[in-house]
């Protein structure tokens, strides 16, 4: 069996008293896409620093195709990263930029120009080479950034928020680009990112990350589809969100009463005890909209209230619909076609889901 | 409409022509032609080029220039040396507090005037100062050890007032390199000398060549730090011009030799601009 690219066994950082990493364990096969998301301040940029040498490890080991890099300098580890604000060399020209690693490499110098012109190609920038990096546009900078990178063929490319600079529209460009590359140049990504579009997008694999800790490892469906923890249901995605204590259970279902209506949905885990705190998570394009409470009768929850808002977006667009008891805000998808689809605020509206379509995360009594 | 404006225009460029009319272009003018005239007797005067051909015929004269030339470039070069260390450690090492004061510490010295800076200098160095009492109270040296008036002592005062304004232009260039800049310097491989040669020191440049021309134009120009510490046998240019004015009362040879120390003094500075491959406008911009 091949050892994966990357692994980290018990990572832990301390700063002082405050833990940014508190024991993460996890393993990135080779030539995949792995992407740790979390908000800011979660550890993720310091799991990133440790693993590119920036930073030393309070515990645990960073192991890259089965070797520890512990005690290895920076400048000598197989990882490179394309940082947050790209850091291109503005005194040097493109092909100066790129070839840098190669140089260092005491490459001779015509080959040093090929290997240039052929990552330059790949990126699909040819003859940008004699350009200065003020020249460029953000895409281009970006790809540059790859570029000055890849040709150092490392086994992990680390990228560090890496789109965070651009425009919205640019950044929708460069997440299929990303992904096209690293296909192309067939290397481990790891990418760091608080957004979560990015990471679906794009990995193989995603870690999320809170607090230090990773709350769940998966691929984008696993992690939308079946969150293991409630900070998981509420970051990833979007997600309807109630609060209240447990009644009753029935199987693998859960009764919870909350204060604008009983919702019953799939349980998260074994353990349970009458009155405890729960969260319930339902997504928007789960539940159902209609005019008539009477098509709504297969549902297991139902609510009645008024539409609040409606945030036209497209296909993406939005009701926001106020609870009847309770004043809760529901966010529910607008319904694309058929006659249903004019509705205008003050509305009255029902709303109706299975109880297959909502989770349900019991707070562990301490 | 537009004469008013004009008149706030002339107003507001008014400080700056009197300033630049006034005490540089008038005295400038002043100089040049007294400079190109020669005394034939008793108040009388032709006008000539003379003074310079003293210069150039006086091999004390330019013996004296070309050793104030190489002093003060040896003194810029030293305080480069001294002072990018101590600018990069400020810029890039110290955090939040410690950079602030140790900036600060920089400057303190420059509260006092040069004067009493240079002769806090001589307290160290004479021949009953402090060093000297130390090295004999040590057992290093059996009788007192004169360290003022010599070229090291003239040496280490250029340096010591030259400092600041080497510093200042340093830290402000450093300052704008951004720290990802550098760990992507090493994140690809680059060794700490490679990455000092390749992106800290070009970036530096123009922080570096501003420096350089500004503690190089002080030390040419320096008058008190040579004398005090160099005694009067220093052999610095503007001891030839003080002379030529004061005691010996030949105006026009000072100014011929003001006017020397001014275009010499470019040519250098031009001179280096174009062995370091830079540009004045790139400095500035």
């Given at each position: ?20 990493v ?27 620093r ?27 580890r ?8 790209l850091?291109?060399?503005p ?6 930029n ?11 110098k ?5 290997k ?7 990126i ?12 460029l ?15 150092l ?11 965070g ?17 690293q ?5 481990t ?17 995603i870690?999320?990350?809170n607090a ?13 589809h ?6 998981v249901?509420?970051?990833?995605g ?5 609060l ?7 199987g ?17 885990g ?59 805000i ?27 379509q ?6 562990s009594?301490? | ?21 006034l ?46 030339a ?16 101590v ?19 920089c400057?303190?010295?420059?509260w ?14 004479r021949?009953t100062?402090?060093v ?20 090291a ?6 340096v ?70 160099g ?44 062995l370091?491959?830079q ?7």
């Amino acid at each position: 069996m091949i050892a994966p690219d990357l692994q980290c066994h018990n990572l832990t950082k301390h700063y002082g008293d405050t833990t940014a990493v508190d024991n993460v364990s996890f393993d990135v096969p080779a030539g995949s896409f792995f992407s740790i998301l979390g908000p800011s301040g979660c550890g993720k940029t310091t799991i990133m620093r440790m693993i590119a040498g920036f930073q030393e490890p309070s515990s645990g080991d960073i192991q890259i195709k089965g070797k520890s890099v512990l005690n290895v300098a920076p400048n000598k580890r197989p990882v490179n990263m394309v940082f947050q604000h790209l850091a291109l060399f503005p005194m040097m020209n493109v092909a100066d930029n790129i070839g840098y690693g190669l140089r260092r490499r005491k490459m001779a110098k015509p080959l040093i120009n090929r290997k240039v012109e052929e990552a330059l190609e790949r990126i699909g920038l040819p003859g940008v080479g004699r350009r200065q990096v003020s020249e460029l546009s953000g895409g281009q900078k970006q790809r540059i950034a790859i570029a000055r990178c890849m040709v150092l063929e490392p086994d992990v490319l680390l990228l560090d928020e890496p789109l965070g600079a651009l425009d919205l529209k640019l950044r929708e460009q460069m997440k299929v680009e990303l992904k096209t590359l690293q296909a192309a140049f067939d290397t481990t990504f790891l990418y760091i990112t608080h957004d979560q579009s990015e990471a679906l997008v794009m990995s193989d694999a995603i870690a999320v990350m809170n607090a230090g800790h990773f709350e769940q490892v998966g691929s984008a469906q696993d992690l939308y589809h079946n969150p293991q923890t409630a900070f998981v249901a509420g970051f990833v995605g979007e997600s309807n969100k109630w609060l209240g204590s447990v009644t009753q259970r029935d199987g693998h279902y859960i009764d919870i009463d909350t204060p604008s209506m009983t919702v019953r949905a799939m349980a998260s885990g074994d353990t349970w005890n009458k009155g405890a705190k729960a969260q319930v998570f339902v997504r928007p394009e789960a539940i159902q909209i209609s005019r008539e409470v009477s098509a709504l009768r297969d549902y297991d929850n139902i609510l009645t209230g008024k539409i609040e808002q409606i945030l036209f977006n497209g296909a993406a667009s939005r009701l926001l619909v106020r609870s009847e008891k309770g004043s809760d805000i529901i966010e529910v998808n607008m319904p694309q076609a058929g006659t249903t689809s004019n509705w205008s605020q003050g509305d009255i509206a029902h709303l109706g889901w299975s109880k297959d379509q909502g989770v349900a995360f019991i707070e562990s009594a301490k | 409409m537009l004469s008013h404006r004009n008149i706030g225009f002339y107003l507001l460029l008014a400080p700056l022509a009197l300033w630049l009319i006034l005490l540089i272009v008038i005295p400038h003018i002043n100089l040049a032609m007294l400079s190109l005239q020669e005394r034939v007797g008793v108040r009388q005067y032709e006008t000539s080029f003379a003074n310079y051909r003293t210069f150039i015929d006086e091999p004390l004269y330019i013996m004296t220039f070309a050793r104030t030339a190489v002093m003060s470039i040896l003194a810029t070069t030293l305080t480069l040396l001294i002072g990018f260390p101590v600018a990069y450690y400020i810029a890039k090492m110290a955090v939040g507090r410690a950079k602030s004061v140790l900036f600060l510490l920089c400057l303190v010295p420059f509260w006092v005037s040069e004067l009493v800076r240079t002769f806090g200098w001589m307290i160290l160095l004479r021949e009953t100062g402090v060093v000297s009492s130390f090295l004999q109270w040590a057992g290093l040296a059996s009788g007192p050890v004169e360290l003022l008036y010599n070229d090291a002592s003239i040496m280490v005062g250029l340096v010591y007032t030259s400092m600041l304004f080497m510093v200042v232009p340093l830290v402000s260039t450093l300052d704008s390199l951004d720290n990802s800049v550098i760990e992507a310097g090493y994140d690809l491989g680059g060794s700490t000398p490679s990455i000092l040669r390749e992106i800290v020191i070009p970036h530096a440049m123009p922080g570096i060549v501003s420096g350089c021309i500004v503690v190089f134009m002080l030390s040419l120009g320096n008058y008190l730090t040579p004398i005090m510490l160099g005694g009067k046998d220093s052999l610095w240019f503007t001891e030839l011009i003080y002379s030529q004015f004061i005691v010996r009362f030949n105006w026009e040879l000072g100014a011929a030799f003001g006017f020397l120390l001014l275009f010499l003094s470019s040519v250098i500075v031009w001179a280096a601009l174009r062995l370091s491959g830079q540009t004045l406008e790139r400095t500035m911009g």
